[in-house]
């Protein structure tokens, strides 16, 4: 048996996970991120935690595969861009190659999230899938055929950055009306917001204690039980936004299963089954012949160890 | 050398070219689709006139490519639904397949399109290409790394069927807002007819000889160069829809270059110049570290030629 690591790099913490070739999460533990040291001191913590672990569960490792926040150059293994993490031009595969001396691969974060989910996860009976995540921002990731699809240059797959409606909501990138701007977790907060600043009645101000600062991603959903109109147009209204950017997606690549991320999808059935409804109606020549399904993605935060680790598997039997 | 005949099935002509397998066109013809006739008489046409053309031409045929209008399982060569000929559920591979007894495949007469451009036309020295074809509707093409991408059951790639402006123009398909309602030909004419309902003194008006039902996708264009401003206005307003669809496909494809065919094109640089501006300031993250470039595609009707014909030769070669 063959084992390998996957490293999921976030602003906050490094994660680590030791992974069989068959897919089995055999050990992982995560530590600080330290991210305002320099990348040296990053890239060495990040291959000794995977070091640590291999040697504590007593096997060797093969390869290391990595995601990370930003623009990567993946077949540089290069951090080209990463306002998560403040790098620019970053060697980190090049980096820890060095200190561990096994092959690493590097990809976007969301990438190796959408390759674990496609492996282990939600879409694991199913060749091709596109993941979505809805947090602060709204990461994508495309799995066509078992394989990552990154773009040239990987500088692809920025499912978050198309717009949806001209001229609409600004979004961080700079442009206006981006998908992103209307379906991240920061989108639906900001919509409850606005809807509450208008409806002074609404149920909405007191499940945040009378202050919209404490609106967070499940309130309009609360407010939605409780049975307060406000609420409802919001979650409603958010749930289209989410259909016509999916439907879109669907679309463009026919994947066999849209899989959503990210912490609004812990609303389950409430969210995922009127959505699917509504993108059902915009697929386009019906659901029929090629039916797209809406799942919710089911690692969680393990998604990315794994995606990293089959990264890491794929680029190893590529060579 | 290995000769492949490369077939367009049209709802007017059915165009059959022969082609080596270095790319270069031998011999080419056409004859009347009578598409009114049933899908026996018109796969007995395609394949004689194949037949013939390589006969004349002195060569051996070694596999048949087709593009065909419509929804195609190119798995099994069937065309699942074709509103341009009408037909459901033709097994149009292997009629061909039994007349002639050479491999036959089909795909989607976009995609054919997208694969002849990749190969022979303005995409030949790119491995990653979109093709956007302007026309009644909006055909799309997406080529990656020299093969088709076409999605799961071969449904994908409908670039035209995904929404740029929620509740927008109501389009074809049943939705509103797709990217089709804004930029086709037909949405162009539609644009301009508007304009002109509204504006009375507009130069338009004699551009079209003072009847409406005579304006076409050059009239707006036409407008725009005598200086008028109704004119500039729709002619920016169009440019601005297509950027929108554009730059969204590049950040999802992140391909070297979107190629544009259709009989809008021919302004040339008239519209491609503000076009690339505009996609440019729209590319997430930027033009320098992947730029996408915007072609004007060069091979005209031949394109789906070629490409069925490449599509053979891959066929051949995988198996």
New interface residues.
């Given amino acids: 048996m063959k084992y390998y690591a996957g490293i999921d790099l976030g602003g906050t913490f490094i994660k680590c996970g030791i992974v069989d070739e068959k897919g089995n999460l055999i050990a992982k533990d995560k530590i600080p991120t330290g991210k305002e040291r320099g990348y040296t001191e990053i890239a060495r913590d990040m291959a000794h935690l995977a070091k640590r672990l291999a040697e504590n569960a007593h096997v060797e490792l093969t390869a290391v595969g990595i995601g990370s926040p930003g623009?990567i150059d993946s077949a540089n293994g290069v951090i080209?861009?990463s306002n998560n993490i403040a790098w620019k031009n970053v060697p980190l595969g090049e980096s820890i190659q060095k200190i561990l001396r096994l092959p690493v691969s590097v990809t976007n974060d969301a990438n190796a999230a959408a390759l674990g989910e496609s492996w282990r996860g939600a879409g694991k009976d199913y060749?091709?899938i596109v993941l979505i995540t809805l947090g602060t921002g709204v990461g994508g990731g495309i799995v066509?055929n078992g394989r990552l699809?990154e773009?040239?240059?990987s500088?692809?797959?920025?499912?978050g950055?198309?717009?949806?409606?001209?001229k609409?909501e600004k979004c961080t990138?700079?442009?206006r009306?981006c998908f992103e701007a209307y379906s991240s977790a920061t989108a639906l907060i900001r919509q409850t917001q606005r809807a509450m600043a208008r409806e002074s009645e609404s149920a909405l101000w007191r499940l945040c204690g009378g202050k919209s600062e404490n609106v967070d991603g499940k309130t309009a959903f609360d407010g939605m039980r409780s049975g307060d109109k406000t609420a409802i147009k919001v979650v409603n209204d958010y749930i289209?936004?989410l259909a016509?950017g999916i439907?879109?997606?669907a679309?463009?690549?026919?994947?066999?299963a849209v899989l959503l991320g990210g912490g609004i999808c812990a609303e389950g059935e409430t969210l995922l089954v009127p959505l699917e409804k509504q993108v059902d109606?915009?697929l386009?020549?019906g659901t029929h012949?090629?039916p797209v399904k809406i799942l919710r993605a089911s690692l969680g935060n393990d998604a990315g160890l794994y995606g990293a680790a089959l990264l890491a598997i794929q680029t190893v039997n590529s060579q």
Same sequence: chains 1, 2.
């Fill in positions: 623009t080209v861009y060749k091709n066509l699809y773009g040239n240059r500088a692809g797959a920025e499912l950055h198309t717009v949806i409606k001209i609409g990138c700079g442009r009306g289209r936004y016509e439907a879109n997606f679309n463009i690549f026919r994947p066999e109606k915009m386009f020549g012949y090629a």
